[in-house]
């Protein structure tokens, strides 16, 4: 078994041998992890060996290393990224990509042999994810071939892929990965979905959006990365969930407001409703100050009080109006009339954003599989703690989750590790029973993307 690290080996630790067994006996399905960020170190070490130095690029390896080598220590999420270069470099030809693969299908998906009582393999089901790489010794069609025939050296049943864009690339790359996967999967390869990946703060997500489409019509599953930092906007998530996503990965900045437009959860308290525009439109005497946005537990009343307030300031200091017309309680009651039904007209056009295309979330149904991947997160320091972790929403509402590792290179993880954190008391863990654990499991199986679509 790789060497794993932080929290996750905190709360695998902390666990006793029956509860390990306990862990490593459920089917598990390892629905988020990235190609070059599962390579196992051993793997790492082996290619840089061969590495030949010619180019600058050397010493940014060997930094890479040292630091893979000594244990990652990341300030935020954006450090991450600063680490791809290297890994970059010491995969670029196709034997590379071919070794790598290998590696990391086997680290996850042969038995352990790590001494324990059972051994098992890390995960029962592995959707690998990658972006497609054009380098000097190869084609993007190239690299998605060897990467492919390394999965499908193990049954359908055990592996398949993910292929990923870049938030950084240009339509026409978008275009080409988008056009590869479909000839992939129409030829009987073994791609089963589309992901959207990379820099957070990069990309238009809206110029995304019809490649994207055009994956899903071509029966491709879609998951994307969504919310994953601070900077994303609100513009941004909507771009990305107007294409109705299968799964969304992180998801950890989705405000509440957002959560209550698309998803299909159970209404918080307070926030009842027979249907998203009865909740947002609700008719008092006056049809535009609907009285659920006044409602501070309606999930949308503090985008509405901003936006009302915002309206009400700009009334008062565009008004040409005479100190004396300002004095009378009439203009601040017109103030505040036309505040309201400015904040009411932005909401409902961002109801109205919400609900198109396919009107999913008025249908009850929209409940897309949230990726969670608890050590990434906490390492990234996008979230604090466990105890602050958005998996406890999804687990209080009965929202379909599934538990990854992301990037178990850098964040020396493991399914065992991430599944130990579930199960662990706190702080280590966050202290669920062994029967939500197993309900847990079974929800990322049936999130997996190889059960056939209709
Ligand atoms: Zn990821």
Redesign the pocket.
Known sequence: MSEIAGPAAAALASLCPDDVIFLQSLPKAEL?A?LN?SIPIKTILELAQQYSPSSAQTTEVADTIEKLRSGVILNDIFDFFSLMPAIYALTSTPEAVATVTRGVLQSFLNPTGDGGELNSPQCTYLEL?TTPRMTAHMTRERYLTVVLDEIEMYPATQATLIVSVDRRMSDLDVEECISLAIKMKNRGRRVVGI?V?GDPRSGDMQSFTQHLSRAKSAGLGLTV?IA?STKNTTEDSLALLSCRPDRL??ATFLSDELKALFFADIPQPGTECDSLSECATSTTANPHTPAGLRDPSHPLHDRFKNLKEGYFLRFVSDSTESEETKAHISFWADAEKFSERAAVKDIEAMIKQAQSPNNARLNGQYKPCM?I?LS?NLLCKTVASLDAHHIRYYLKNDHPIVICT??ALFFRTSCLGEYSLLLAQPPLGLGLSRDDVTRIARMGMDAAFLIPRD
Do not use: F, K, V, Y
């Open positions: 988020h990235h960020g994810r992901d990946c990365h994953e990965g992180h990726e991947c990434s992301d990037d």
